[in-house]
């Protein structure tokens, strides 16, 4: 990506929490994708970024997501904002909005956030794209399930599988999808959104390294969107984890009852010590499968240097479509990862960033010759309305 498009950008990417777990790693590999492209490292303490900056021939800045406008404190005006923190009281993204400024949020995970989101867009009617990409690892299975289901015949199911392990490095983001475990979520079963509960309906898996281990349901954006988004009528994201008696450890405590119990603020000590302790680093992998007239096809996705080097991955991808660097243009408004996927570029950053790929049913090079998708690609709320 060091072409015309690049150098024709008015002004710098800005990545919040740009010297994070996350936005360091996207940071970096936006800077070895787009040599040319202006970084800023931004957050509350910008002090913190300087050797991160001076690596990457970036700069910093101050933007605090909790001031009434994050943005007023930027030297020049950004040609896009990449978000890996949580924006809580929405006021990064409604700025954004509101000033015709392309976002891409990859923090936003759960149907409230993104209900938030709509909401905002209903009211700013965006003139720029503001692409949510807080589905499973910035939405990288996403795309991979775009690919597959314009592979697949009559896609009637789509399966998300991660495994995970309490050995990897991990940060915030990790905690707060872990928060959800105690909750229930949404999930759609032949178009019928229903009810279902985080770590329960155990059953085996075979996973992306090719073990099979006990997986338990989970909250995934996944299972909002990709119903919608690509029209596959059920959609469902299981977990397992590398060691099988840390899972266990989960499913009696949600049993119990103990994990809402752990939700009440007097014991968030406790729960720091029980479930939110990172790990030196290993292995993140998950397995989409796209089910469709009596066939499945399906890719592994195997990063060795973790989940937020994963995370990261699909950060930078999303910060490319919204600077307008990626094949398909985004349209004005919100719309999902995956309704702008081009497989054959998705698949070739996935493998340059070192995630190994495996296709089942079919081979990675018929993936990236998929055809276009047959939901064509619309804003979901379009700022010209």
Request: charged share 20%; hydrophobic share 45%; glycine share 10%.
């Amino acid at each position: 990506m060091t072409g015309a498009g690049a150098e024709a950008l008015a002004g710098p990417l800005v990545i919040t929490g740009g010297y994070g777990l996350v936005g360091a790693q996207a940071a970096g590999l936006l800077r070895q994708r787009n040599p040319r492209v202006k970084l800023v490292l931004a957050g509350r303490n910008p002090t913190r970024a300087s050797a991160l900056a001076a690596a990457l021939d970036a700069t910093t800045a101050r933007v605090d997501v909790r001031s009434e406008r994050p943005l007023a404190a930027l030297a020049e005006r950004p040609a896009a904002i990449l978000a890996t923190v949580p924006d809580p009281a929405d006021r990064l993204l409604a700025e954004a909005m509101r000033e015709g400024i392309p976002i891409a949020d990859i923090d936003r995970a759960d149907v409230v956030a993104v209900h938030d989101a709509m909401l905002h867009a209903s009211r700013e009617r965006p003139r720029a794209p503001v692409l949510l990409a807080g589905a499973w690892k910035g939405g990288t299975a996403a795309l991979l399930a775009a690919a597959l289901v314009r592979a697949a015949t009559s896609p009637s199911r789509i399966d998300l599988t991660v495994v995970v392990s309490s050995r990897d490095r991990v940060g915030d983001g990790a905690w707060r999808f872990s928060r959800r475990w105690a909750w229930p979520h949404y999930a759609s079963e032949d178009r019928v959104r229903g009810v279902a509960h985080p770590f329960t309906g155990l059953q085996p898996v075979r996973c992306a390294d090719g073990q099979t281990r006990t997986s338990v349901r989970i909250s995934t954006l996944d299972q909002l969107t990709l119903p919608m988004t690509l029209d596959v009528p059920t959609v469902e994201a299981r977990l397992a984890m590398l060691e099988a008696s840390k899972l266990w450890a989960v499913v009696a405590l949600k049993r119990s009852g103990a994990l809402r119990v752990l939700e009440r603020p007097r014991l968030r000590g406790v729960r720091r010590r029980l479930l939110e302790r990172s790990g030196g680093g290993d292995l993140s992998a998950f397995t989409i499968a796209v089910t469709g007239a009596g066939r499945t096809l399906a890719v592994d996705a195997i990063d060795l240097q973790g989940q937020a080097h994963l995370g990261a991955v699909g950060a930078a991808l999303a910060a490319e479509r919204v600077l307008g660097l990626a094949d398909l243009p985004l349209p004005a408004g919100v719309s999902f990862p995956e309704q702008s996927a081009c497989p054959a570029a998705d698949i070739a950053a996935l493998t340059a960033a070192g995630v190994v790929l495996r296709a089942h049913g079919c081979t990675l090079g018929e993936l990236a010759r998929a055809g276009q998708p047959s939901v064509l690609l619309e804003p979901t709320l379009e700022g010209d309305r």
